[in-house]
């Protein structure tokens, strides 16, 4: 997969406290991510590459793969919350 | 009754039914509310920080034309530091530079744009406004300010031969997204039904140009089609179920399940100004008429598409047959369809006639 990942124009990342949990804001939607999906969102800055991304990942969760790192950032990509640079 | 109710996702927060278009297919009231009635801006923003304490995450300032409220600003601010979405629903008309600068900075996350046809004498005919020329100013307003856009039509017998035309308009207007929205036939849009309701040509004609625009732009721009109800053998899932995921607040405070509600007579009509937001989300008669699958009567009661369409609509049930728990009468399932047919069948008639009514332009009917 080339480049690296942002978040779409338009796409927001926040934390809900009313349902204590992340979710991520688009102009006709609203989707919750699981935290391992919000870790991946939250670290798609448009300047790290996914060998990055699962690097950096790998500090806080054990045995991350850039593989899995690729297959969430597809689904979301699939959704128009993440695009390519 | 025995259902789970999740907190609300979005708030329609209809600021003003004040508005510089007239457009035919206006689905607002056809008794407008007064500005002397409108809520006050301490009062909007009282709503939406109750609207966040629920749970919504969505907030989509509209109306009526939400720019004509001196106060847009606070209440962008204010929903926007409480983290929610905010969504400008607008005709346009007033979106200035440094308006739109301002609102972005105040956290403005997207802007929607009505468009009312593909060129200025189609479009500004059907606005009733000269408005073509100036929508086209603020689409590129939106574009250095540097937030996303969505461009909104709503297509019925006027317009619906320009769909090609109005894909490539939003195109040049660098759009995200576009919303080809076939006209939903309530508030004043019911009015003008046999003057709107397109054709089985045109939607025939239309269906190919926009499936083949919508692989085109993949991955450029979305575009979201909506059909034409009447003709459907299905209805639509009309708010994804009544009290499940959004609430509208009209401009006097009225809440409402959906933005159409107030046409169901029979159910009682809440307000902000006398009762708490959260206690009518969860608690309130009208909220909780057609939650869950309790109300439903056959052949709701045991059709396996009760999950996915929830009935219908609501509205539609109750103007077409009176009866607000019938199936939605576009159901081909419906013991009331019959009602459709017919409705179809004198559109068809008056067509073939030569005898489509004129258009009768929205006016700013309001509430004494």
């Known amino acids: 997969m080339p480049g690296k990942p942002r978040l779409r124009r338009g796409v927001r990342l926040t934390f809900d406290k009313v349902r204590d949990t992340h979710v991520l804001l688009f102009p006709e939607g609203v989707l919750v991510p699981n935290a391992t999906a919000a870790a991946v969102l939250e670290l798609c800055d448009g300047a790290s590459d996914v060998d990055q991304i699962a690097a950096r990942l790998g500090t806080r969760f054990r045995g991350v793969r850039a593989e899995d790192v690729t297959d969430v950032l597809a689904r979301f990509e699939d959704r128009r919350v993440v695009e390519w640079t | ?368």
């Open chain 2, 1 to 368: 009754m025995d259902v789970t109710v999740e907190p609300p996702l979005g708030m329609l927060a209809e600021l003003t039914h004040r508005c510089p278009l007239h457009c035919p297919y206006c689905s607002n009231p056809v008794e407008l509310a007064a500005k002397r009635d409108e809520l006050t801006t301490e009062q909007w923003l009282a709503v939406i920080e109750a609207a966040r304490d629920l749970g919504v995450l969505q907030v989509h300032l509209s109306g009526g034309e939400p720019l004509l409220r001196p106060d847009l600003p606070e209440l962008v601010s204010r929903a926007s530091d409480l983290g929610c979405y905010v969504n400008l629903v607008t005709s346009g008309l007033g979106l200035t530079k440094p308006r739109l600068t301002d609102l972005a900075e105040r956290g403005l996350a997207h802007v929607q744009l009505s468009v009312q046809g593909a060129d200025a004498a189609r479009a500004d005919l059907i606005a009733g406004a000269k408005a073509h020329a100036r929508k086209i100013d603020a689409a590129a307003v939106v574009h250095e300010v540097g937030l996303p856009l969505s461009v909104n039509v709503v297509l019925h017998r006027a317009n619906h031969d320009q769909v090609g035309a109005l894909i490539a308009l939003a195109e040049q207007l660098g759009a995200d997204r576009l919303e080809l929205a076939n006209t939903q036939y309530y508030g004043w849009a019911l009015r003008n039904r046999t003057a709107l309701m397109p054709t089985p040509g045109q939607l025939a004609a239309a269906e190919p140009i926009v499936r083949a625009a919508v692989e085109r732009l993949r991955g450029r721009m979305e575009i979201v089609y909506v059909v034409a109800d009447y003709y459907e053998k299905y209805p639509k899932p009309c708010m994804y179920g009544w009290g499940a995921r959004q609430l509208t607040v009209a401009p006097n405070g009225d809440v409402l399940p959906c933005p159409a509600a107030s046409v169901i007579t029979t159910l009682p009509v809440e307000n902000v100004r006398s009762r708490p937001l959260a206690e009518i989300w969860y608690e309130s008669e009208s909220f909780n008429a057609f939650r869950g699958e309790d109300w439903m009567r056959d052949p709701c009661r045991t059709c396996d598409f009760r999950a996915r369409d929830f009935g219908g609509c609501r509205c539609q049930a109750f103007m077409l047959t009176g009866d607000a728990s019938a199936t939605d009468p576009v159901c081909s399932r419906s013991p009331d369809r019959s009602v459709v047919d017919g409705i179809l069948a004198a559109e068809d008639a008056a067509v073939r006639s030569g005898g489509v009514p004129e258009f009768v332009m929205r006016t700013p009917t309001v509430v004494r």
